[in-house]
């Protein structure tokens, strides 16, 4: 019987990369994203999550938690939608997804954060805030299941989170294979990927 893997964030960048990763490797894979391949739907809604544990068939032996979304500015000037927006899509997805998949979940776990979940850094106030959320979640999660539960935290990736490429900022296929190399050559439960 085939793997089958759930990833949120599926249809650009790193979840992309990831997805095209795992499908070389053989497994069934299930795209989560607001414009689809597979699950078309908002990643913090429950209905999304269900939506997508059954189109895994109801079991999954890996769950890469991959959405999110930056909204950047100083401190005290974002408006109520863009606090919510940055907080449902990097935090609340994750717990919604998290949620549904446990009990079906015969694998790994894998949440995709930011080195912005592990510092503090100037005009992403509420960016930080969501990735520290998510930091203590999967730090809780660590704790409390069985299941293994990877934590990843990449810097600065050239996709479309971005408006333009920055020459410092790495390839997200180069960190789709750390992370995919993580899964299954290793045992390791964090990954910090910076630029060297």
Partial sequence: MTDTAVVTGASSGLGFEICAL???????????????????????????????????GRSASLLINCAGTGIFHS????????????????????????GVFLPHLDGTIVNVMSTAALTGKKGESVYCAAKWGAHGYTLALQAEIPQRVLAVYPGGMNTAFWPEERANFMDPKEIAAKIVAAVFETDLTELILKRV
């Fill in 75 to 98: 401190a005290g000037s974002y408006t109520d939608e863009e606090i919510a927006q940055v907080l449902n899509s990097n935090l609340v997805a994750m717990i919604n997804f998290c």
């Fill in 22 to 56: 795992l499908r070389d490797r053989g497994m069934n894979v299930v795209g989560v994203s607001r414009r689809g391949p597979d699950v078309r739907g908002d990643a913090s809604k429950r209905e999304t999550a269900i939506a997508a544990l059954n189109a895994a």
